[in-house]
């Protein structure tokens, strides 16, 4: 299942609309919309943020999504982008965030 197919399928079983969403993530309801229908990808902030939402943990979120996808994926324009940055950059800042934690 692709990444904008699980936020969706999620959302709904918490019975949220896009707009309650995008009100307690502090987004636009066009962002929520745009990350639903795989057109942009929400940032490691907003990964955490929904993960919380959802009480799920980020690599939940995730991890089905690297899962089925190619390392490479073709994007609506047909450019060409690697999910590799994206990955590098999640697990940084997954050990940030644990690192805090335990220094906290």
């Given amino acids: ?31 929520i919309y745009r990350w639903e229908t795989n057109k942009n990808y929400p940032d ?15 690599d939940e979120l995730v991890k089905e999504e690297q899962i089925s996808q190619n390392k490479t994926a073709i994007d609506e324009e047909g450019e060409e982008f690697s999910l590799l940055p994206f990955i590098i950059g999640f697990i940084i800042l997954l050990v940030e965030f644990f690192l805090i934690q335990v220094l906290c």
């Fill in 44 to 58: 490691m902030d907003n990964l955490i943020k929904l993960s919380k939402i959802y009480a799920i943990t980020p």
């Fill in 1 to 31: 299942m692709a990444l904008g197919k699980r936020l969706k399928k999620l959302r709904e079983v918490k019975n949220m609309s896009q707009e309650n969403l995008a009100q307690q993530m502090n987004v636009s309801r066009r962002a």
